[in-house]
């Protein structure tokens, strides 16, 4: 079957994700399904696959007998997905001494969402630890009759399946089936099984934002959501950190900015001195003051469900309530929350209030009187009137939960997929097409779509993206938060030029926050440079005696937002650069660490940054020598 035709059958199955039921219920059906092998059908091989995640080699059921496995049917832009990734850890925790695995089977809805590269991203993004497989065109999905995202099926130490659950809110009954299903085979002495051979994708990013999710640009300031450093960064458009609101460590703690915690914060809306946060992993609305430095929350509990995007008016914080498919409006002086618009169903749906429907909003930008939306799982962009009583719904672009892809042109013919982050800049729309890896520019009154950044493939250099989460206007630019690579780009639409914002004197937060190194990166300005000529540069790394570079650790060069990875050891980088007219500078940042020179001795982090000016008059130079400077 082609996969939207699939896709097309799915239609039927949606409006499980918040419910759910659990298919065998209570020890009896575990016991008599033991001693029962008619009642409970040989689990399908888990094949075709296009690979294997966080293993050292594909498993198969053999590789399971003797373990109780919890497989585990996910999309990773489904946000009922993400909302069970937590439940699984416990799960895993709680049954870390027992036979037990969870094996998660990637079915993809979005095109993107089936690169194995991708999945690999979003197993580290989420600190997934346990095997992933990716499904080939839903071929292990079919085979076990698997019709929504998330479905989760039990499989007994013997192989045969005993359940299956879909949707959220299926926590309790899983672990409930997973303690019987243990105590029923410990009884019969099916148990045992070898470790699995665990490949461990997961890792704390060491660069200095981590899958920044949000920007948002307010003047001259800059605040950017450094979401898996689970902290908000606050800067200036020069580039000048001001200042860091959160430890860095995951958690729910107000107070002071060096103690307070977020957990995968994204959104951002400010007004004046109060910056307000959409806290997305733990489901709540904090609310900073940046002139008392402090952090505290207003609003939690109840229907708010991954908050995914702010924005604000005099009187109202505007919601996009993603985990809902609903956008809230919290009044200001009251902290009351209500819907908006939305009813909760997930249909791309125009009308007023809750007689409209939406589909995992995801993004908001306030325009006077109208609130535009990213619509994500409905690959649209949408509006509210806000003018209206009840305010009103219309859609701008989109057709619907699986009609999506890469196609500009006019608002009938116009495809996006999954976009994240809207945004207006001079009447336009721009637009996060996240899973399209570009920025599109969409006529709000017409719905026509074109493409202004990005090739349509994930990528690092200077005209290319890597899944953008959230988009900012300011002045004539555009803010990006380039999510997967891990930084900020600024773009001038009318100029078409991009460049990464280098964000100086940030660091990754230490296990107990803070900088990793007191020093601030050190700065090398050097004589000007020619533009329109390629120019070779050898990078030298020199550090002062008793230290020496680490022979073990990792280097890096960051060459105007494109990073490239290094061999360990001190040898010299060969690099080339070609500024082209209009360049005022090219930045070079180099990444490595020092040690002294005796066992166990303690390692820092070091970054020096080149600036090399570009001038009409600077010296055509065909080579160019750096050395990172020594104490």
């Given at each position: 079957m082609h996969r939207k035709?699939?896709?097309?059958?799915?239609?039927?199955?949606?409006?499980?994700?918040?419910?759910?039921?659990?298919?065998?219920?209570?020890?009896?059906?575990?016991?008599?399904?033991?001693?029962?092998?008619?009642?409970?059908?040989?689990?399908?091989?888990?094949?075709?696959?296009?690979?294997?995640?966080?293993?050292?080699?594909?498993?198969?059921?053999?590789?399971?007998?003797?373990?109780?496995?919890?497989?585990?049917?996910?999309?990773?832009?489904?946000?009922?997905?993400?909302?069970?990734?937590?439940?699984?850890?416990?799960?895993?925790?709680?049954?870390?001494?027992?036979?037990?695995?969870?094996?998660?089977?990637?079915?993809?809805?979005?095109?993107?969402?089936?690169?194995?590269?991708?999945?690999?991203?979003?197993?580290?993004?989420?600190?997934?630890?346990?095997p992933v497989v990716v499904d080939d065109d839903y071929g292990i999905w079919k085979k076990y009759g698997v019709r929504a995202w998330p479905t989760f099926v039990l499989i007994d130490p013997e192989g045969y399946v005993i359940g299956r659950a879909e949707g959220e809110g299926v926590g309790d009954a899983l672990d409930r089936s997973i303690a019987q299903t243990l105590k029923t085979f410990r009884e019969k002495g099916s148990l045992g099984g070898a470790p699995l051979p665990l490949a461990l994708e997961t890792k704390r990013e060491t660069t200095a934002l981590a899958f920044p999710g949000k920007v948002l640009a307010a003047g001259d300031r800059l605040f950017i959501a450094d979401t898996n450093h689970h902290r908000i960064v606050m800067a200036d458009t020069e580039r000048n950190v001001q200042t860091v609101i959160g430890s860095g460590s995951a958690g729910d703690t107000d107070g002071p900015f060096a103690s307070a915690t977020f957990r995968q914060p994204q959104g951002m809306a400010v007004d004046g001195d109060t910056l307000y946060v959409a806290d997305t992993g733990n489901h709540r609305i904090r609310q900073v003051d940046l002139k008392g430095r402090t952090v505290r929350t207003v609003a939690s509990g109840g229907d708010l469900r991954s908050p995914w995007d702010l924005a604000v008016d005099l009187e109202r914080l505007y919601i996009a309530n993603a985990g809902t498919h609903q956008i809230f409006a919290m009044d200001r002086a009251s902290g009351t929350v209500e819907v908006l618009v939305g009813s909760g169903r997930?249909?791309?749906?125009?009308?007023?209030?809750?007689?409209?429907?939406?589909?995992?909003?995801?993004?908001?930008?306030?325009?006077?009187?109208?609130?535009?939306?990213?619509?994500?799982?409905?690959?649209?962009?949408?509006?509210?009137d806000l003018s209206a009583n009840p305010p009103a719904v219309r859609t701008i672009v989109g057709k619907g939960l699986f009609e999506f892809g890469d196609v500009d042109g006019p608002r009938e013919k116009a495809l996006l997929q999954h976009p994240l982050g809207v945004t207006v800049l001079g009447g336009q729309l721009y637009i996060a097409d996240t899973y399209n890896h570009r920025i599109k520019r969409i006529d709000p009154e017409t719905g026509r779509v074109q493409s202004v950044l990005g090739d349509g493939e994930p990528g690092a250099s200077l005209t290319e993206l890597a899944e953008p989460g959230g988009i900012t206007a300011a002045g004539r630019f555009l803010y990006i938060a380039d999510t997967n690579n891990h930084r900020i780009v600024r773009f001038d639409p009318a100029k078409k030029e991009a460049k990464a914002v280098m964000l100086l004197g940030l660091a990754p937060p230490t296990s107990a926050g803070g900088k990793e190194w007191g020093d601030e990166p050190r700065i090398v300005r050097v004589d000007p440079i020619r533009p329109g000529r390629t120019v070779n540069v050898t990078v030298h790394f020199d550090v002062?005696?008793?230290?020496?570079?680490?022979?073990?650790?990792?280097?890096?060069?960051?060459?105007?937002?494109?990073?490239?990875?290094?061999?360990?050891?001190?040898?010299?980088?060969?690099?080339?650069?070609?500024?082209?007219?209009?360049?005022?500078?090219?930045?070079?940042?180099?990444?490595?660490?020092?040690?002294?020179?005796?066992?166990?001795?303690?390692?820092?982090?070091r970054q020096t940054r080149f600036i090399i000016p570009v001038a009409a008059e600077g010296a055509a130079v065909q080579r160019l020598t750096l050395r990172t400077p020594t104490l």
């Amino acid at each position: 079957m082609h996969r939207k035709q699939l896709l097309l059958l799915l239609v039927a199955a949606l409006g499980l994700g918040l419910g759910g039921a659990w298919l065998l219920r209570g020890s009896a059906a575990v016991a008599q399904s033991a001693s029962d092998s008619a009642s409970r059908p040989k689990a399908p091989p888990l094949e075709p696959s296009l690979g294997w995640i966080n293993t050292s080699r594909p498993l198969t059921l053999a590789d399971l007998r003797g373990k109780v496995v919890l497989l585990d049917f996910w999309t990773y832009g489904c946000i009922n997905c993400i909302h069970m990734i937590p439940v699984l850890k416990e799960l895993e925790e709680k049954y870390m001494d027992e036979p037990f695995a969870v094996v998660g089977v990637h079915s993809a809805k979005f095109e993107t969402e089936g690169d194995v590269e991708s999945i690999r991203r979003i197993v580290q993004r989420y600190g997934i630890e346990h095997p992933v497989v990716v499904d080939d065109d839903y071929g292990i999905w079919k085979k076990y009759g698997v019709r929504a995202w998330p479905t989760f099926v039990l499989i007994d130490p013997e192989g045969y399946v005993i359940g299956r659950a879909e949707g959220e809110g299926v926590g309790d009954a899983l672990d409930r089936s997973i303690a019987q299903t243990l105590k029923t085979f410990r009884e019969k002495g099916s148990l045992g099984g070898a470790p699995l051979p665990l490949a461990l994708e997961t890792k704390r990013e060491t660069t200095a934002l981590a899958f920044p999710g949000k920007v948002l640009a307010a003047g001259d300031r800059l605040f950017i959501a450094d979401t898996n450093h689970h902290r908000i960064v606050m800067a200036d458009t020069e580039r000048n950190v001001q200042t860091v609101i959160g430890s860095g460590s995951a958690g729910d703690t107000d107070g002071p900015f060096a103690s307070a915690t977020f957990r995968q914060p994204q959104g951002m809306a400010v007004d004046g001195d109060t910056l307000y946060v959409a806290d997305t992993g733990n489901h709540r609305i904090r609310q900073v003051d940046l002139k008392g430095r402090t952090v505290r929350t207003v609003a939690s509990g109840g229907d708010l469900r991954s908050p995914w995007d702010l924005a604000v008016d005099l009187e109202r914080l505007y919601i996009a309530n993603a985990g809902t498919h609903q956008i809230f409006a919290m009044d200001r002086a009251s902290g009351t929350v209500e819907v908006l618009v939305g009813s909760g169903r997930e249909a791309l749906l125009d009308g007023a209030g809750k007689f409209s429907a939406l589909n995992q909003p995801s993004g908001l930008a306030l325009d006077g009187k109208t609130l535009y939306f990213a619509d994500a799982e409905a690959s649209a962009v949408r509006k509210v009137d806000l003018s209206a009583n009840p305010p009103a719904v219309r859609t701008i672009v989109g057709k619907g939960l699986f009609e999506f892809g890469d196609v500009d042109g006019p608002r009938e013919k116009a495809l996006l997929q999954h976009p994240l982050g809207v945004t207006v800049l001079g009447g336009q729309l721009y637009i996060a097409d996240t899973y399209n890896h570009r920025i599109k520019r969409i006529d709000p009154e017409t719905g026509r779509v074109q493409s202004v950044l990005g090739d349509g493939e994930p990528g690092a250099s200077l005209t290319e993206l890597a899944e953008p989460g959230g988009i900012t206007a300011a002045g004539r630019f555009l803010y990006i938060a380039d999510t997967n690579n891990h930084r900020i780009v600024r773009f001038d639409p009318a100029k078409k030029e991009a460049k990464a914002v280098m964000l100086l004197g940030l660091a990754p937060p230490t296990s107990a926050g803070g900088k990793e190194w007191g020093d601030e990166p050190r700065i090398v300005r050097v004589d000007p440079i020619r533009p329109g000529r390629t120019v070779n540069v050898t990078v030298h790394f020199d550090v002062e005696k008793p230290l020496k570079v680490n022979p073990d650790a990792p280097r890096s060069l960051e060459i105007e937002g494109e990073s490239r990875r290094l061999p360990p050891g001190p040898a010299p980088a060969e690099v080339k650069v070609r500024p082209q007219r209009g360049d005022d500078e090219i930045e070079i940042l180099a990444e490595y660490y020092v040690c002294e020179d005796r066992p166990d001795a303690l390692c820092l982090r070091r970054q020096t940054r080149f600036i090399i000016p570009v001038a009409a008059e600077g010296a055509a130079v065909q080579r160019l020598t750096l050395r990172t400077p020594t104490l």
